[in-house]
């Protein structure tokens, strides 16, 4: 049983935290025929964990707010990009909801890629 869950766990997905938007490429099956569908939107939460972990993207389509919610390790979700990263002082941004226009975007965070890398250095040792 715990060799056919470790199988399908997903080693090669980025690193993504809430707040952070994203563009997911779904396979999408129409028939006979496949195709695959990139859904960019904010991050609002996530939950479980293991092969059970979800995540619910937000974007607004035609001004209307659309969320979906994604198997983090389902076969038909191909790839998770980073598109940019968010600060947030909540786990869940549910609040967002009820949000309109400007009040929806949130303060981009700095994110060094890795902490020994010569651009990291110059930037602890300049501060």
Same mark, same amino acid.
């Given at each position: ?5 470790a /199988?399908?766990?997903?080693?090669? @997905? ?17 028939? #006979?025929?496949?195709?695959? =569908? %990139? ?13 059970h #972990? ?7 389509? /035609? ?6 919610i994604?198997?983090?390790h389902?076969?038909r979700? @191909?790839?998770?990009?980073? %598109?940019?990263? /968010? ?8 609040? @967002?909801? =009820? ?5 929806t975007?949130?303060? #981009? ?10 651009? /990291?250095?110059k ?5």
């Open positions: 049983m715990k060799k056919a869950v /199988a399908s766990v997903k080693k090669d @997905l980025p690193q993504f935290d809430i707040g952070d938007t994203v563009d997911v490429a779904v396979r999408i099956i129409e028939g #006979e025929k496949e195709r695959v =569908q %990139v859904f960019t939107g904010v991050v609002i939460g996530r939950k479980g964990s293991g092969i #972990e979800t995540f619910i993207v937000r974007r607004i389509v /035609a001004g209307e707010g659309v969320e979906r994604f198997p983090t389902s076969p979700v @191909l790839s998770v990009t980073v %598109v940019r990263h /968010a600060h947030t002082r909540r786990a869940k941004l549910y609040y @967002l909801r =009820q949000r309109i226009g400007r009040a975007t949130l303060r #981009e965070r700095n994110v060094t890629e890795h902490a020994g890398s010569p651009a /990291a250095q930037q602890t040792a300049g501060a």
